[in-house]
C-alpha cells in the first residue's frame, strides 16, 4: 500500500501509496520492468472506453526545479567530505538537511536532484502535521472508508492527504541550501573504503572522499550488503490519475480499501484467483469527474503477476460503471516488503527503502522515514560533530544501530508477523482481519500503521484482535498462524540473546 523501487538474489527496484505508501528499476526475471515505489509515469492522454485505457503506453514528461543549489566542484573541492548521501528522494534530503544543520560538511550525489519524483505519495494528515510538512499536502479528506465486502463498511475518522511532490521537494531542497547541503550531479558507480573514509566513484569520473557513505538510492541498491536470504513479500499495484464520465465515491471521503469482489461474478477464473490471492482498490476522488484508482495486492509471494492486477482493475471499474475518458498520469507500482535486515553493521550505512523501513505490514514507507531521519542525524552528531571525531568501524556500529536498535529490530519482527500472517489469509481472511483491526482502540490501528507502537502495545493489540475476532477468524489464526509466530518469537529471542 502507498509513495517508488540483489546480489543474490539480483534485486527489485526501488519505488507510495497507502504509505508513504506509497517512494532504477532492475525486476527478478520474470517481472514487468514497472517503476518500483508508488512511481508514476506521465501518460498519453487519449480517449478510452471501459478497458482500453488498460493498455495505453505512458508517455514520460519529466519536470523539473528552477532552484539555485549549493554544486560541488570536485576539481576545486580536494577536502573530504564529512557525509555523502547517495540519492536525492524524500529520505536522502531529509536526512541531508537534518545532519546538515549541525554545521556538518554534506554534499548528495544525484543524476537529477532537482527532478520532480515520479511517485504518488499518499500520508495521513497528523503524520505530516507532526513532521511540520501539512503545506506540502496536494488534496486532504477528513474521512477513509474502507469496504469489507458487499454488506458492511468501516468509515475510518483519520484524514488522509496527497502530498503534493513538488512542495515537498523544494521545501527539503530549500531548507538543504539553506543549511549549507552541496549538491553533485552525477551517478555513484562504486565505493570502495579505507580505514577511516571511503572514496565514492561517479560516472562524470569524479571521485568524493567522505568519512561516511548513506545510500539512500531505493530497493534497487548494490551497496548494501545482506547475510540472509532476501525472502521478500511483493506489494503490486497498476494505478491511474484519470478524468471520467462518472465514479460512484463521495469527495470528502477517500478509499483506503475496497475488498468487494461482486465485479468478478460473470468472471469464475479471475474470481477463483482472487478468492486465492485478493486484491483491492485505493482510490483518491478529486471531483466528480477526476480520480485516482489502484487495484493493489497487498502482498503475495511469489509476486502476484501484473497482467492479473490489470484485468481485475478492468472489471472492478466496468461493473462501476466507471468509463476513463483520459488516462492523466499512469502507475506501476511494486514494493517489496518484510525480508531480512540488512548486515548490521557495515561500511556504507542506509535510510528509505534500502535500509529495511518499509513497513512490512502495509508499504507504507515515507512519513516513517522522515521520522527516522531526524533519529539517525543524532547519531551522526555525536559521531562527526564531537571534538574527538569517531570515525571508521566505530563509526558505522554507532550509525547503524542508531537506525535499528534492538527495540525497533523486535518491532519489525513483530510487522514482519503480520506479513507472513496476511500471505496466509484468503479474501475471506483478509476481509475478517481487517474487519477486527478497524474495530481496535483508534490509538492502536493509527499505531499499528504508523509505526508508532512498542513490543509491549503491539502485543496488546494482538489480544485484542483476538478477543473481537470472528469464530471463522480465529480459526484462521489458530491453523494459520502458528508457524509465522514461532518464527517471529525465535527471532526475537535470537536477537536478544545477540
Known sequence: MGILLWPPPPPPPSVISVSGKRPLSTFPPGLPETR???????????????????????????????????????????????????????????????????????????????????????????????????????????????????????????????????????????????????????????????????????????????SLIVDASGFSSTFIDYDKPRNHGYQIAHGVLAEVDYHPFDLDKMVLMDWRDSHLGNEPYIRDENSRLPTFLYAMPFSSNLVFLEETSLVSRPVLPYKEIKKRMAARLRHLGIRVRRVIEDEKCLIPMGGPLPKIPQRVAAIGGTAGLVHPSTGYLVARTMVIASVLSQTILECLGSTRMIRGKQLHERVWNGLWSSERRRVREFYSFGMETLLKLDLNGTRGFFDGFFDLDPYYWHGFLSSRLSLRELGLLSLSLFGRASNTSKLDIVTKCPAPLVKMMGNIVLDTVL
Open 36 to 210: 518500483h515505489s508508488r512511481g508514476k509515469a506521465r501518460s498519453k492522454i487519449l480517449s478510452s472506453n471501459f478497458e482500453s485505457f488498460i493498455n495505453l503506453k505512458p508517455e514520460s514528461k519529466p519536470e523539473s526545479l528552477n532552484l539555485d543549489l549549493r554544486w560541488l566542484d570536485p576539481s576545486t573541492n580536494k577536502s573530504s567530505i564529512d557525509v555523502i548521501i547517495i540519492g536525492a528522494g524524500p529520505a536522502g534530503l531529509r536526512l541531508a538537511e537534518q545532519v546538515a544543520r549541525f554545521g556538518i560538511h554534506v554534499c548528495c550525489v544525484d543524476p537529477s536532484p532537482l527532478s520532480i519524483w515520479p511517485n504518488n505519495y499518499g500520508v495521513w494528515v497528523d503524520e505530516f502535521q507532526d513532521l511540520g510538512l501539512q503545506d506540502c499536502l496536494d488534496k486532504t479528506w477528513p474521512m477513509t472508508r474502507v469496504y469489507i465486502d458487499e454488506h458492511k463498511t468501516k468509515y475510518l475518522d483519520r484524514p488522509y492527504g496527497q502530498v503534493s511532490r513538488k512542495r515537498l521537494k523544494t521545501k527539503l531542497l530549500e531548507t538543504c541550501v539553506a543549511n549549507g547541503v552541496q549538491f553533485h550531479k552525477a551517478k555513484v558507480w562504486k565505493v570502495k573504503h579505507q580505514e577511516f573514509e571511503s572514496l565514492v566513484e561517479c560516472d562524470d569520473g569524479s571521485n568524493l572522499r567522505a
